[in-house]
DNA sequence: CTAGTTGTTCGGATCGTTCCGAACAACTAG
DNA sequence: CTAGTTGTTCGGAACGATCCGAACAACTAG
C-alpha cells in the first residue's frame, strides 16, 4: 500500500528517465492522481513544495512538448492546467522520434565508414531496422486506438480544434 | 560530409539520452564505425583520448548491459572488445522495460487514488496502454527478425552459445 | 492612476554525475 | 622469484543541470 504523495514521486522518477526534469515528473504525476480538475499553480505548489520559478519553467516545459495543457477559466484570474488528451500517445510519438535520429545516425556513419564490408553491413541493418520501426511503430498507436474504441481518431482530432473542454 | 570523429561524437550524444553514459556512447560509435574488428583498451583510448579509469567503468556498464562483449584471443595478453550480434535488438528491449514500469505506475496510480471517475478512468487507460506496448512491441521485434532473414533466429541462439566468433 | 495579483526571468547556491590520475590487484613471461 | 603488463578501484576535481529567492513585467479591479 503506497500513499499518493509516494505515487507522485515514483512519477517523478520514471518521467526523469524518460528525458523530463524531476519537478516535470511530479506534476504529471499531480495531474494524474489529483481529482481535481482545476490544478492551478498555488495548488501545485502547496502539493509540491517547490519554488514558484521552478513551476513556471517546469510548466512551461511540459506545455511546449504538448504533455500539458494551459487555460484560464472564464473570468478567471490565474492559469489551470490539465494533462493532453492524449498524453500518453504524444509521450510514445515524442520517444519516437529517436529512431527517426538513429536512421540518421547509422546514415552518416555509412557516409564516413570506409568500404569495410562488416562495418557497412552493420551500419546498413542499423539504418532499415530503426527505419522499419520508425515506419511500424505508428501503425501500433493506430491499432491500440481503433482496440480501445472504434471513433478514438474522431474524438482525438475534435479535442484538438482548441476549444477547451472543461468549464 | 562529416569525419569520423563527428560521428563519433554523435553517437557519445545519441547513446547518452538513451541513458548510457557519454563516453559508453562514443565507445560504441567507435565500435560501429571503426573496421578495426579487433578493438581494445589502448585503441579506444588514443581514439577516444579518455582515461584508462573511464575506459574500464563504462566498458563495465556495456558489457553488464549486453551491449558490448568482451574476449581475449588465444595466448592474447590483452581483452578486446565487440559490439553484441543483436546490439540494436537488446537496446530495443532494454528500452521497452519501460513500458512495464509505467503499466505499475498505472497501476499504483490506480491503488492510491479515490473513486475520481475521471482520473480512474485516466490512469485506466495509462495502464492498459502500456500493457499493449508491452506486449505488442516483443512482436514488431520477431516480424523485423523475421523479414531480414528467415533464420535470423537460428542465427542468433548460435552466436549466443558462448562460442566467440573472430579469430 | 493605484494597488494587488499572476507569471516570468535572473543570479547564486546546491546537488548529482562523470571524469581523471594514482594506487592497487591479478596475471604472464622469462 | 622478478619484472612488466593489464584491468580495477578510489579520492578529489570539474562540469552540467536543477532549484530557489528576489526582482521584474503584465494584467485586472476598483
Redesign the interface.
Given at each position: 500500500?503506497?500513499?499518493?504523495d509516494?505515487?507522485i514521486e515514483?512519477?517523478g522518477l520514471?518521467y526523469e528517465?524518460?528525458?523530463l526534469s524531476r519537478t516535470a515528473g511530479r506534476i504529471i504525476?499531480c495531474l494524474?492522481?489529483?481529482?481535481d480538475?482545476a490544478a492551478d499553480a498555488p495548488g501545485l505548489r502547496e502539493r509540491l513544495g517547490v519554488a514558484k520559478s521552478s513551476l513556471s519553467v517546469a510548466l512551461r516545459q511540459l506545455e511546449q512538448s504538448g504533455l500539458v495543457e494551459r487555460y484560464r477559466p472564464t473570468r478567471g484570474r490565474r492559469d489551470h492546467y490539465r494533462?493532453a488528451d492524449d498524453v500518453?500517445g504524444r509521450a510514445?510519438r515524442a520517444k519516437m522520434t529517436?529512431f527517426d535520429?538513429?536512421t540518421e545516425?547509422a546514415e552518416?556513419?555509412l557516409?564516413?565508414?570506409?568500404q569495410?564490408p562488416?562495418?557497412r553491413a552493420?551500419?546498413e541493418?542499423?539504418r532499415?531496422?530503426?527505419a522499419?520501426?520508425a515506419r511500424?511503430?505508428p501503425k501500433?498507436l493506430d491499432?491500440?486506438e481503433q482496440?480501445?474504441s472504434p471513433d478514438a481518431a474522431r474524438a482525438v482530432d475534435t479535442t484538438a480544434d482548441g476549444s477547451g473542454k472543461p468549464a
Open positions: 500500500m503506497a500513499t499518493i509516494e505515487f515514483n512519477a520514471y528517465r524518460l528525458g504525476g494524474l492522481a489529483d481529482t480538475q494533462l500518453f510514445f529517436e535520429a538513429f545516425l552518416q556513419g557516409s564516413v565508414v570506409g569495410d562488416v562495418a552493420r551500419l541493418l542499423m532499415d531496422m530503426y522499419f520501426m511500424e511503430f501500433l491499432e491500440w482496440q480501445r
